[in-house]
Each structure stands twice: as C-alpha cells, then as structure tokens.
C-alpha cells in the first residue's frame, strides 16, 4: 500500500504512514468520480469531433472548398 | 515592486509511491503560495486527475469549484465543477502514458492568509509523445476565509508514482 506523505514546513521534516480505513474509503470514491469524469469529458470530446465532422460533410456537399470551410472556424 | 520566491519543502516520491503529500504548518508570512508538480500515476489510464485540498478538507465538504478548458490534441473542451470537494491538477500521466513522462504542472495560490476566499489558477499538462496528451488551464475557489496552513496533493487513481516532485515555494511581494 502506498504510504502517506506528511511535511512539518515549520522544521523541514518530512515523515511516512500508512493510511487510515477511513483514507483508504475516500481514495477509493474519489478514483471511482475521477473515472466518471473522465468518461464524460471524453464522451463530449468525441461527441463534437463527430459533429464537427458531419458539418464539414455537410458543408462540402453544397459546394465550399475545405479552404472556406477551415475559415468558418478560424 | 520586487518579487520574491523562497522555496519552502521539496518532496520527492520514493520507491512504493505515496497516495497523498501534504505540507503542514505553512508559514504565515508569504504573499502567495506556488506549487511545482512533476509527477505521475501509478493508477492505469493516459492521464489521472491529482486533487488539491487545502487545511485537511475531506471528501465531504462541497466548498470547491472550479472552471477548466482542456485540449487533448484533437479538440478543446470546457467543463465546470461547483460544489466539489477538491481542485483538480489533471494531466498526470497514468501507466497507459509513455513510459518516463511527467506531468508539468504549476499552481498559483493568490492571497493565502486573507480572510477571503481563495483563488487558485494551475496550468497543468502530460505531453508524451503520442497521439493522445492533454492540456488544462485551470481557475479554481475554495470558498473559505481561512488562512491556508496546509496543502494536499492527493493521487487520482492510485498512487504517486517514484519519482515525482513537488515543490512548495512561498512568494513576498514588496
């Protein structure tokens, strides 16, 4: 198990424990949010790629060049 | 004005990784706080998201927020967190990034001792030579008038990784 690093500034004395149940619990949660997060971060990435894509599609069928199409966004 | 950068503790992760670091008993007498953090994570992924916590805050309280734009190298995208327990120093490579990459990420802690709430802005980033890195600019409150005495970095997903560094430096500003 990774150990607890805790600094006293005030003496420069840097000590190690093992963490509490309790720590153990919160880690546990917080790296079970942090994939949730994620996942949705990820999620919305892709969802407006995907739509930025259709668009260029769309947008090249009535006749833009990618060139106009590059300067809608720019 | 002159500006002044005391280093106050360097840690460094030794072998086994650490699940969190915490600097205890900040001086009082800066201006600012600046935080230095090269790092990794242990934990699977491309990239784990380290939480930031201030005078030992747990998991229960819903006093943080923050606004965030990430690019991963293909498209940027806002998000917004209220009512969160932590801030979050995203970018740090996980195992999935290359192998002897760090993250390079830089907090900025304004005010620390006033009786306001504080602002924090990080700058963080993984770039690993691959198809996928990320980058986050980072603007982040913790609504409390405390004064800071003590900061956590925890891990995101698993631990710390040998290795990584963070640094703790005070800033006078005169």
């Known amino acids: 198990m990774a150990k607890v690093i805790e600094v006293d500034c005030s003496t420069g004395v840097s000590t190690e424990r093992d963490m509490t149940a309790e720590e153990v619990s919160a880690q546990e949660a917080m790296a079970a949010e942090q994939a949730k997060r994620q996942a949705e971060a990820e999620a919305e990435a892709a969802a407006t790629a995907a739509a930025k894509e259709s668009a260029n599609v769309k947008l090249a069928a009535l006749g833009l060049t990618a060139d106009e199409i590059a300067a809608l966004s720019k | ?174």
């Open chain 2, 1 to 174: 004005m002159s500006v002044f950068l005391q280093p106050i503790y360097t840690q460094t992760v030794g072998s086994g990784g650490a699940s969190s670091i915490t600097f205890n008993n900040i001086p009082q007498t800066f201006t600012d706080l600046f935080l230095k953090v090269s790092a990794r994570d242990t934990g699977a992924g491309t990239q784990s998201d380290f939480q930031l916590r201030f005078n030992g805050t747990g998991s229960g309280v819903t006093t943080y927020s923050d606004t965030v734009l990430y690019g991963s190298g293909s498209s940027a995208v806002p998000s917004r967190h209220s009512g969160t327990s932590v801030i979050y120093i995203s970018g740090v490579p996980g195992s999935s990034a290359t192998a002897n990459t760090f993250s390079n990420a830089e907090v900025y802690i304004s005010n620390y001792t006033s009786s306001n709430y504080k602002q924090v802005v990080i700058d963080s980033l993984g770039e690993n030579n691959a198809t996928t890195s990320f980058l986050f600019i980072d603007a982040g409150l913790w609504r409390d008038t405390s004064s800071i005495s003590s900061i956590t970095v925890v891990a995101g997903v698993t631990a710390i990784a040998q290795y990584s560094t963070i640094s703790l430096y005070g800033i006078t500003k005169g």
